[in-house]
């Protein structure tokens, strides 16, 4: 298919143990964004890459969680040490250009559980 | 800062009637608006979209949403609700003024449909 792909969809993991999340974008789109959806905090909005610039990583919870984006497509989030609170769904989107005017368009997401 | 209120959590409507979802923001220049819906297990999809000009506009699947200022409120609308529109809902405002485009969502509504 032509949409945001991530994988795994599901991620059992045990309390310690460090992640990877994998997004592989929409073809063409230059922008990607990665957001956590838990229970207690909805959607929350963690870290934004734009072409070549500097990711935005305002959002991020914690210095375990780093992100990076190579050759400008596939991203990957890590989350290092990980503890029962980091457990949620974290979704991916991408747009065509970053920008206030364009519909981002989300992945399925991967689900964490951390035991 | 931005931020989404969706006031109520649960709405239960029965298939065929009409249905709409309050969503209402706080934003200090003219706000981006989104509606996403998110079925179990799945990423969230771009229902309707507002930027500027005609207040009432029209998205997917037969929804609708007029853009208030005067009461900060972006209100999503089906008139004939389908057994399949029950779904998480999720009004969003999009920063305008950062380069990207942190989405700030509300907590979401969910919809349940009677028979």
């Known amino acids: 298919g032509a949409g945001v792909s991530q994988s795994p969809s599901n991620k059992v993991t045990e309390k310690g143990k460090d992640v990877e999340l994998r997004c592989d974008p929409i073809?063409?789109?230059?922008?990607l964004y990665w957001y956590r959806q838990s229970l207690g905090q909805g959607l929350e909005f963690l870290i934004y890459?734009?072409?070549?610039?500097?990711?935005?990583k305002s959002g991020l919870p914690s210095d375990r969680f780093s992100a990076e984006r190579t050759g400008g497509s596939v991203s990957t989030l890590t989350i290092q040490r990980t503890q029962q609170e980091d457990s949620a769904v974290y979704l991916c989107?991408?747009?065509?250009?970053?920008?206030?005017?364009?519909?981002?368009?989300f992945g399925d997401g991967t689900r964490l559980s951390i035991l | 800062a931005q931020s989404v209120t969706q006031p109520d959590i649960h709405i239960t409507v029965s298939e065929g009637a009409s249905l709409e979802l309050r969503c209402n923001y706080s934003?200090?220049?003219?706000?981006?608006l989104f509606w996403y819906v998110q079925s179990p297990g799945q990423g969230l999809q771009l229902l309707l979209k507002?930027?500027?000009?005609?207040?009432l506009v029209q998205g997917i699947k037969g929804f609708e949403a007029e853009f208030k200022r005067s009461q900060s409120s972006f209100n999503l609308r089906k008139p004939s609700v389908h057994w399949s529109d029950a779904a998480e809902y999720f009004c969003?405002?999009?920063?305008?003024?950062?380069?990207?485009?942190?989405?700030?969502f509300g907590g979401g509504t969910r919809v349940l449909v009677k028979p």
């Open positions: 934003y200090g220049a003219t706000p981006y």
């Open positions: 969003a405002v999009g920063d305008g003024r950062a380069a990207g485009n942190k989405l700030t």
């Open positions: 890459f734009q072409g070549n610039s500097a990711p935005d």
């Open positions: 989107a991408s747009s065509l250009v970053g920008g206030s005017n364009q519909p981002q368009h």
């Open positions: 073809s063409g789109h230059t922008a």
């Open positions: 507002y930027f500027s000009g005609d207040t």
